[in-house]
């Protein structure tokens, strides 16, 4: 399970995200865009780096991000050229945004931290055995001022240094962004910063959640539904992922986020737990119908993987769409007035899901959500309580195992199931598919599942206690 | 010693909920010592205190981690 650590990063992120909200509402936002880095970096010292010049440059570009725009199509304008362009920007008609990228790489923020080099720490005591040395097949190892130095031009990145030393003195130097990455898909471009293979990712989030200079970030949605909120006469509609629990603290419940948003503008609010009912029917009945291993379709990272990576098993993904999707196709069908969907989750593969599906309109993180209710000035603690509609397996969905129980309550009979529980897991869990005879795979990309997707705010432990005590309160 | 947290939407993004779980820990070191209270908000986040804001005895702390919580809490208790 995520071990969830609150950041100065996540607070940067909020601190310009409210900036911008609260710019938008004033009516600023066009022609104030532009003084924002000066404005939340005042200098003249660097607050995180050594240059105040280069903060500034790094926040530039994640306000275009915040935006909603490519990195790579905007990253030469200036954020007075972008001014210009607001409302089309706002209104979805842009050229510089691409629907099919959430996570984008900020070059100006990487650090190109080394990978794949050893290096000798203090803890080196320059002893008798040398064994570091006379392990090396290339001899890169000197001895220089009472310590051993690697000379990384012989070094071949073999290890055998590392492991002779009885010191654990040798350190693998590691980037946190690749080795997050499960899937290989973290690469250097020719300067050395990390670059994302868009052909091989899958969203699942993890460098966004690793990386200490705040260097990989998402693109937002949250003017855009502010802006949706003012100007656009649909009727705007919210669906809350299960993973909701807990996420605003103890004061706050579902209920009475639920009353909240309904205050800030959305007509109607809808447990998303309401479409994981409707989901695990459909795949229970698709189970019982199939002679064949079937894979949940709920988490939009791990069908990417499948696609991707085990593609032989493309045909044994759930033909039902995800509980987002679904409930949104489902209210498209049933109300007659056109509607604005806005989903708020703690995901950030949902928005590739949607890039194919095309079923809800924005989506949200919780975070996202926090700030429109701190933009609208609206505390939820204080809104009225509404009752919950979806049962507790579907909320239940938002965590490690729950989709799986969900579609077993609806089979009578025991049917044999496995659960891939976070994707560094998925090519065991696909050796051990290949071998068995299972007829559910659970899958879920982030391990413990969505209530630690990248996107929460709660630590995952107190989400799922939160969770396990719904079981008493709904059905 | 009454320590009241803010735990209203302005104070929950900037991390007040790392100071619940910290405090938890020091609660069990001074054999609860310390009364915990969650706030919704002093309405004092909108530019005059930098948030989260925590209550300590009646005094206001601005821009609180958990090391800061932890320091004041001990300066305050002594050792025992």
Redesign the interface.
């Known amino acids: 399970m995520r071990n969830f650590?609150?950041n100065e990063i996540?607070?940067l992120k909020?601190q310009t995200l409210m900036e911008m909200t609260k710019l938008f509402e004033e009516d600023k936002l066009k022609e104030s865009l532009f003084l924002l880095p000066k404005k939340l970096l005042p200098g003249p010292e660097g607050t995180y780096r050594d240059s105040v010049y280069h903060e500034r440059e790094v926040l530039k570009q994640r306000i275009k991000l915040f935006l909603g725009l490519d990195y790579e199509k905007s990253r030469n304008l200036e954020l007075f050229q972008i001014s210009e362009h607001i409302d089309e920007i706002l209104s979805g008609k842009s050229e510089l945004i691409d629907k099919s990228k959430k996570l984008h790489i900020i070059k100006e923020g990487c650090d190109s931290c080394p990978s794949g080099r050893y290096y000798v720490t203090d803890l080196c005591r320059n002893c008798v055995a040398h064994s570091c040395m006379n392990s090396c097949p290339k001899d890169a190892i000197q001895f220089e001022e009472g310590r051993a130095k690697i000379d990384s031009d012989k070094c071949i990145s073999c290890g055998l240094c590392q492991q002779s030393c009885n010191y654990y003195a040798i350190m693998k130097l590691e980037r946190p962004c690749e080795v997050s990455c499960k899937i290989d898909a973290i690469e250097k471009d020719e300067i050395g910063a990390a670059t994302i293979n868009y052909e091989k990712c899958v969203t699942c989030g993890s460098c966004y959640i690793s990386c200490p200079f705040g260097a990989v970030e998402t693109t937002s949605s949250l003017i855009k539904v502010l802006y949706n909120l003012k100007k656009n006469s649909m009727k705007k509609v919210a669906l809350l992922a299960p993973s909701i629990v807990s996420q605003?603290?103890?004061?706050v419940s579902i209920g009475k986020i639920k009353s909240a948003l309904k205050k800030i503008g959305f007509e109607e609010v809808y447990e998303v737990a309401i479409g994981a009912d409707m989901v695990a029917k459909e795949e229970a009945d698709y189970i019982q119908n199939s002679d064949d291993l079937v894979t949940t379709s709920c988490c939009p990272a791990f069908v990417e993987y499948v696609r991707k990576y085990q593609s032989e098993y493309e045909k044994n993904i759930s033909p039902s769409l995800s509980p987002m999707s679904h409930l949104a196709n489902y209210l498209r069908k049933t109300e007659e007035q056109e509607l604005d969907i806005t989903f708020i989750g703690p995901c950030i593969a949902k928005e590739k899901e949607n890039f194919l599906f095309k079923q809800v309109d924005n989506i949200l993180t919780f975070?996202e959500i926090?700030?429109l209710?701190?933009t609208k000035n609206i505390?939820?603690?204080?809104c009225e309580e509404e009752d919950l509609e979806g049962s507790y397996d579907g909320w239940n969905f938002a965590s490690s195992g729950g989709v799986s129980n969900a579609v077993k309550n609806y089979i009578n009979a025991d049917i044999k199931d496995i659960k891939l529980n976070g994707l560094n897991q998925a090519k065991k869990i696909f050796d051990e598919v290949k071998e068995n005879n299972y007829k559910l795979l659970e899958g879920m990309a982030c391990e413990g599942g969505c209530i630690c997707g990248p996107g929460i705010?709660?630590?995952p432990r107190?989400a799922k206690r939160k969770l396990n005590n719904l079981k008493e309160k709904i059905k | 010693m009454k320590i009241e947290i803010c735990v209203g939407t302005t104070c929950h993004l900037m991390g007040s909920s790392t100071l619940i779980e910290s405090l938890e820990e020091l609660n069990e070191k001074y054999c609860e010592k310390i009364d915990i209270k969650y706030r919704t908000c002093f309405e004092l986040c909108h530019g005059q205190m930098k948030p989260p804001i925590v209550k300590i005895d009646n005094k206001f702390y601005e821009d609180i981690n958990p090391e800061r919580i932890k320091t004041i809490v001990k300066n305050k208790l002594g050792n025992g």
């Open positions: 650590v609150f996540m607070k909020r605003f603290g103890p004061k975070e926090g700030i209710f701190i505390e939820p603690s204080n705010m709660t630590n107190i």
